[in-house]
């Protein structure tokens, strides 16, 4: 995929072997998302999975901050005349759709705050690291507005029904190391280490059966309300087809000739 975007345009798109960055490129704003963001964001996120040559994605933000959630000065987005439904349906709603239903893994690298909308594209993603002076704010109830972009999902699921009213509803920072404890994230570095961190769990991840982990993500999401018997058939379903698929023979054959496999499934 040719990185065609501009060095300031709002969002960045570099492609370098089978490590597709997405970088949120405001950050005078912290990474606020205006509608021109939006505008670039979901089609990258498109780009990227309709690229056969790009196994993992990584999202991240420029400068100090990952992402401050909507820009709140934002004309197209503020307004007696904006309907803010409106703006969650034609916006969060399809980019967080588009996160959990990507072919490859998708890894938020949260280099610094995560506010609002931001913490929660944080969370969309299948891995979260998170560099240590990290923090992730559930802005909304500051503003008087509920989590948005997957939140009132995404919170209860990963930490349970306690926390997530706890983060939700006092809107207090959560530090990177706090949110590693509780088990909203995967992971939290160092600072020195973050950008190796990230790029080493993109390479491995990227040497991965794409398929089958996304195939996991969608039989996780799809598993949490449903009860075990139907979580049990679609399990079954699932690994019927990627049983028929290259990546398993590969796989078992590599096991037993004690060789690393080449996926190539998406
Ligand atoms: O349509 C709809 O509104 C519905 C959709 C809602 C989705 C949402 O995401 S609602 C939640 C929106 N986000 C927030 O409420 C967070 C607002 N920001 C903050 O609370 C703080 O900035 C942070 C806690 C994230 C970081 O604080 P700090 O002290 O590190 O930085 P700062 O000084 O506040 O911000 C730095 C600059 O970024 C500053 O600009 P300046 O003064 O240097 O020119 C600040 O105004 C700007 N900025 C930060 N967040 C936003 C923002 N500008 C516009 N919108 C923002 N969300």
Redesign the pocket.
């Known amino acids: 995929m040719p990185d065609t975007s501009p060095a300031h345009a709002p969002v960045l798109t570099h492609t370098e072997g089978p490590v597709c960055t997405i970088t949120l490129n405001r950050p005078?704003?912290?990474n606020?998302f205006t509608a021109e963001m939006h505008d670039l964001l979901l089609p990258a996120l498109h780009a990227a999975a309709d690229d056969p040559a790009v196994r993992v994605v990584l999202l991240t933000g420029a400068g100090r901050g990952f992402c401050?959630?909507?820009?709140?000065?934002d004309p197209a987005?503020r307004g007696p005349d904006v309907d803010?439904a409106a703006?969650?349906e034609r916006f969060?709603k399809p980019l967080a759709l588009r996160v959990r239903s990507m072919p490859v893994p998708v890894v938020a690298a949260v280099n610094g705050?995560a506010?609002?909308?931001?913490a929660n594209l944080a969370l969309c993603c299948d891995l979260v690291v998170a560099a240590r002076t990290a923090s992730f704010?559930q802005?909304?109830s500051?503003?008087g507005?509920v989590p948005?972009?997957g939140g009132t999902w995404l919170l209860p699921r990963l930490v349970g029904r306690a926390r997530a009213l706890g983060l939700a509803m006092t809107g207090d920072k959560l530090p990177a190391e706090a949110a590693e404890r509780m088990g909203l994230i995967w992971q939290c570095v160092d600072d020195a280490e973050f950008p190796a961190a990230v790029q080493a769990l993109a390479a491995r991840l990227a040497a991965m059966p794409a398929r089958a982990l996304a195939e996991t993500r969608r039989l996780i999401d799809a598993a949490a309300p449903a009860p075990l018997a139907e979580a049990l058939s679609w399990e079954a379903q699932a690994q019927g087809e990627l049983g028929r698929a290259h990546d398993f023979a590969e796989g078992v054959t590599a096991f037993f000739a004690k060789r690393p496999p080449v996926f190539k499934d998406r």
């Open positions: 005078a704003a912290l606020a401050a959630g909507q820009d709140l000065a987005m803010v703006v969650v969060y705050v506010a609002g909308a931001g704010i802005a909304f500051r503003i507005l948005d972009c």
